[in-house]
């Protein structure tokens, strides 16, 4: 998709992160811009830099993992700025713990959010983009971990795992008719971002597996490991030019690629996983 300038794009998770990083470089190809979140205060002051810089925005509090807000969110782009044209799955959360230990409200929390806020971005703004007959591009964000499941981390790399097939089955059936919509999934490894403070946006009632001493713990641990990733404006680069180019996969960290294809050649060689632990390379 060549033309973005006056095109619209949603980004699910855009007031922070990459989402927010995302918003700036569409931004500045004159994009106009709906962001999704649900963290208003955060969605406030994001829309608020990019109104100041000269873009045409909107914020939209949005529960992705709620089909009523999903709905809500495209009848507002469509009623605000029309056809959307990008609409990028980014928002997400994280959580780690022993998988026989997590609480049935963590795995549910994290694929609400992860794949279900996927599905509902797929539901809530394909049929109307295949209607128009427009250019137009789905970037949803997987994960490195959907490539490499680890100990301690199984639902966050489920729903990536999840996310990546989905991305790969809906570009087929979009390229077996010819629409002119393109799909990227992509997969980051480690980003200086908050989302090892997902916790912030959880919902009040649910019941997690560990308690609170024990999360900050962990959360303190991952903080280190989170700020010596690459920066959300690298991972906003590469995925303008995925919208640009037409390119599916989107791989932040080439040095994460042998590994990839190791991995496949130990799956078709019988071997089992390597061994690798999150809350290792946290706590170490
Ligand atoms: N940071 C990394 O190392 C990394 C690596 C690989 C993939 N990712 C993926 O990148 C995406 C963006 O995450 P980030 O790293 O920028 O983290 P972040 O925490 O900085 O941003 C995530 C955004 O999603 C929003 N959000 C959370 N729950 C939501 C919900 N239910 N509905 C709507 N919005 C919600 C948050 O408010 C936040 O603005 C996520 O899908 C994440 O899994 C991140």
Redesign the pocket.
């Known amino acids: 998709m060549r033309d973005l300038k006056e095109r619209v794009a949603v980004i699910?998770?855009?007031?922070?992160?990459?989402?927010?990083?995302l918003a700036e470089r569409l931004g500045r190809e004159g994009m106009h811009l709906v962001l999704?979140?649900?963290?208003q205060q955060?969605?406030d002051s994001?829309c608020g830099r990019l109104t100041a810089a000269g873009h045409r925005v909107i914020g939209v509090r949005?529960?992705?993992?709620?089909w009523d807000?999903m709905q809500a969110l495209a009848a507002k782009v469509h009623d605000t700025f029309g056809q959307a044209h990008v609409v990028c799955?980014?928002?997400?959360?994280?959580i780690l713990g022993p998988t026989w230990d997590l609480a049935i409200d963590d795995w549910r929390w994290v694929l609400?959010?992860?794949l279900w806020?996927v599905i509902h971005g797929i539901k809530a703004f394909l049929p109307s983009m295949r209607a128009s007959g427009q250019p137009g591009h789905i970037v949803n964000?997987?994960?490195?971990?959907a490539m490499f499941p680890i100990g301690t981390h199984a639902p966050?790399c489920a729903?990536?795992a999840a996310?990546a097939s989905i991305s790969e089955a809906l570009h087929s059936e979009l390229r077996a008719e010819n629409a002119p919509i393109g799909v990227s999934a992509?997969?980051?490894?480690?980003?200086?971002?908050?989302?090892?403070?997902?916790w912030?946006?959880r919902p009040q009632d649910d019941r997690p597996w560990s308690d609170r001493e024990q999360m900050t713990a962990w959360r303190d641990a991952a903080s280190e490991v989170?700020e010596a990733?690459i920066r959300?404006e690298a991972?906003a680069d590469l995925i303008l030019a995925a919208i640009r180019d037409d390119r599916f996969w989107v791989l932040?960290h080439p040095a994460a690629n042998p590994g990839i294809v190791e991995r496949a050649r130990m799956l078709v060689d019988g071997q089992p996983p390597r061994v690798w632990m999150a809350d290792q390379a946290f706590r170490s």
């Open positions: 699910t998770g855009g007031a922070s992160g990459i989402g927010l990083a999704a979140d649900i963290e955060a969605l994001a949005t529960d992705v993992a709620r807000d799955n980014n928002a997400g959360v994280s609400d959010v992860n806020g964000i997987a994960s490195l971990a966050y729903s990536k996310v992509v997969c980051p490894g480690m980003v200086d971002t908050r989302i090892h403070l997902s912030r946006n989170q990733g959300p991972v932040t």
